[in-house]
């Protein structure tokens, strides 16, 4: 049985985990014993722990200390303690996840270098030139340079999205390279009936819900609060209901005061509850930047919005806007454009021939091409 080490800069339950937690599950269930390393979810825990997610499936949670927005303890904590794993545990193949972090992309370079092992490098997230420039202009000029220096040691590269493989072509690395897209999680997500589910959630059954789950919002959400005000005004039932941990920058205090009444924010939700948050949905909205950062992304949020079986719009970029065109499973406006996202709001609720053909087609792309089962199926044959 190989044995694969996973390295993920992450903490538990975000980002880049889901890409890593999702991929090392079906690994497992395919005859690869995998360890997975990431941050503690916890905002102050010191110790490693041992999860069993099944026989061949162990994640290794590492001490973090949350001190500041982005620091919590990568470098001077979990570094020395990656690199242990990697100089002393048993594997085959190392699979680095985001070598853009140094605490990352050190660990991968020593497997590689000192314990001659197979290295293969995921890539799912634009740094350099992306979201480095968040960060002091140091900090973002070390997540640019290792980001397109520590690839090199890899013997495959596995990426997420087309502007990405086309930032990998420029590095000329003499090495195969090969998309995984991130998937849809039909285990835990099913099609549910919409008024069950906003009994579950306490939800208004007879409103007309425009809903939207994250965790961040950019610019992009004032597209999203202008196309909402047009929409009211056809429907003015309407609500926006924002699911999740995300801000309203203040730059759209004057929108959200505006819109208030029809506005509602829940703050975070268990995953447990997602599911019904979704299904309650006439319609769903994923806000977008048209920008290289989410023209080089795959959200995880994009893959539950198609287990859930509802009508989406977007003003999409990148990855979005190829799967929710290719396969007919949304209805897509340029990215600045406020007046058109409306326009699509509106159909996607009041027209329901259209709404029941992208939802159904949705579903079906998570079923199909987008399980994460015939994604892992990618990964075995690289392995």
């Not at 979810?41 to 290794?60: A, E």
Request: net charge positive; glycine share 6%; proline share 3%.
């Amino acid at each position: 049985m190989k044995q694969v080490l996973f390295l993920n800069h992450n903490q538990e339950n975000f980002g880049t985990y889901y890409r890593c937690f999702f991929l090392a599950k079906g690994l497992s269930e395919n005859g690869f014993n995998v360890k997975m390393l990431c941050a503690s979810g916890k905002k102050f825990d010191i110790l490693i722990r041992r999860k069993k997610i099944n026989d061949n499936f162990t994640i290794i949670t590492l001490p973090r200390i949350k001190y500041h927005r982005y620091f919590t303890g990568q470098i001077w904590l979990r570094l020395p303690l990656i690199l242990l794993f990697v100089l002393f545990s048993r594997y085959d193949i190392c699979h680095a996840f985001t070598v853009s972090q140094p605490q990352i992309g050190i660990p991968a370079m020593v497997a590689k270098i000192f314990r001659k092992k197979r290295l293969i490098v995921d890539w799912d997230d634009l740094w350099g030139g992306g979201f480095a420039d968040e960060h002091t202009s140091i900090v973002a000029k070390i997540l640019g340079w290792s980001e397109r220096y520590f690839i090199k040691y890899a013997d495959e590269v596995t990426y997420v999205s087309e502007l990405i493989g086309e930032e990998i072509n420029k590095l000329k690395l003499n090495c195969n390279k090969t998309k995984i897209p991130n998937g849809a999680n039909v285990e835990k997500i099913s099609v549910l009936d919409k008024e069950e589910s906003r009994r579950k959630v306490k939800l208004n059954e007879k409103a007309k819900l425009l809903i939207s789950i994250g965790n961040t919002y950019t610019d992009s959400i004032g597209i999203m609060l202008e196309a909402f005000k047009v929409a009211l005004r056809e429907i003015p039932t309407l609500k926006l209901m924002l699911v999740g941990e995300g801000r309203i920058p203040e730059k759209f205090n004057g929108l959200k005061i505006e819109l208030q009444a029809s506005l509602l924010i829940t703050g975070k939700k268990p995953f447990s509850d997602i599911p019904y948050y979704l299904a309650s949905a006439d319609c769903l909205i994923l806000p977008m930047d048209d920008n290289n950062i989410e023209k080089a992304r795959f959200p995880m949020r994009l893959g539950d919005y198609f287990c859930a079986g509802r009508p989406i719009v977007s003003n999409a970029v990148g990855e979005v806007k190829y799967y929710l065109e290719k396969y007919n499973a949304g209805l897509v406006s340029d990215s600045q454009d406020s007046q058109a996202l409306a326009r699509n709001i509106i159909k996607a609720i009041n027209v329901s021939d259209i709404a029941n053909e992208i939802s159904r087609n949705a579903r079906n792309l998570a079923e199909t091409d987008l399980q994460w089962d015939n994604i892992t199926d990618k990964l075995i044959k690289i392995y």
